[in-house]
């Protein structure tokens, strides 16, 4: 995830961030899924985190073995690409399970919050499709029907994203080799627009749909297979749609020698002048698949960071594309290098001891040598919240970039920071 603050820089001062609404599920919704949850919570540590145990489990057993294999110079070239994509996409994996279970645990104690904008849903569609086979290593064909609709949605795009890729990863993994997914989108009535999301797999048992969305564990294990097969995640995807006002259920035709699940999204549509870009990182990913090698050519990079394997990756990442690169271990040590070195900008941690980046920006927007206090920053962390990302913006960071980045964001993001001057108030 990348945010970016629009409005302390001269270059992208005329930029300025989409209206947005924050807001609670209605009464009614709150009490229905406070109700749901209180039966479903007592099942979500035993149930929930035994099926999240089990996906880490079988993911870090890739990642690790892998990982070995390299170490050992077992493998040929083909190999090493084969072992790095592997990686790379379980990696991705496990960073959308570490997703889930936060945001999960924030439904169930009531803390998720939706931050509504008008959204272009054939935008919100092709972008999670294009996360989700990003994530694949099948030849998987999507089969796309995106009708045009009266008017944009009035959704969370970032929420709103992160469910549809989820059942579109479903859709994928319980797919042939070389299947089908197909993807519709069409208008409905009373000011709905209807998704539909359809795998070519072997479908499941009918009596098994009602388990499909429940963290819970059924009494029936063919029935728990058939849920864990879809998916642990559709108990979340089910509660972010519902939170938005629309509604999700599964149908099949197994039973009647048809394949595959077919899963039925309905979403309110909202009357507005223009949508909004839903995702940001994909933006800037599609900008960026031209030749990286040379775009950074010049490009003068202090990274501060006291824990050196993240601040050797960045550092390796930036150097890759062109960068010369300056590593600073804390807050003493940057603010030294940024007086003694020519430095065009500056990627910062968040969560480092004594003095931390919010400490540092500080320092560096309040300094009295312009060059310093105009420094273009980039804040690169764990910390991944709407709040987070709120404050290190509110801080004097221009963008907020989240662990684990994407290198072709994080060498974007540095290139558009490159040469922009801020006015400092």
Known sequence: MVSMKGTTSRAMSGRTKPDVQTTRPSPDRRKDSVKRQTIEVDGFSDDYLGIVAHDLRGSLNSIIGWAELIKRKALNEAGNVRAGETIIRQARQQLELVNEVVDTWRLLSGNLQLKLAPVDAKELVNAAAYAAKENSSKAITFDFQLEALPGPLLADGARLRQALIGLLNSAIHFAPEKGVVEI???????????????????????????????????QDPGK???????GRGLGLIRDIIDLHGGTIKAETAADAGGVGVTFRVMLPLQAAPRAVHVDKVREVKESSRADLRSRLAGTRVLIVDDDPDAREVVAAILRHYGASVIVATSVSTALVALRREQVDVMVADLG???????????????????????????????YTTEEDRDRVLAAGFQFHLAKPVDPAVLVATVERLRGETLSVH
């Open 224 to 230: 728990h297979s058939a849920r864990a097969k879809y």
């Open 352 to 382: 480092m001891p004594i003095e931390d980046g919010y400490d540092l920006i500080r320092h560096v927007r309040s300094s009295e040598i312009d060059k310093i206090a105009r420094m273009p920053a980039a804040a690169l962390t764990a």
């Open 184 to 218: 519709c989108l069409r208008p409905a009535d009373n000011g709905m627009a209807e998704l539909t999301v359809h795998d070519s797999g072997a479908g499941v048992d009918p009596e098994a749909l009602p388990y499909l969305f429940s963290r819970q564990r059924p």
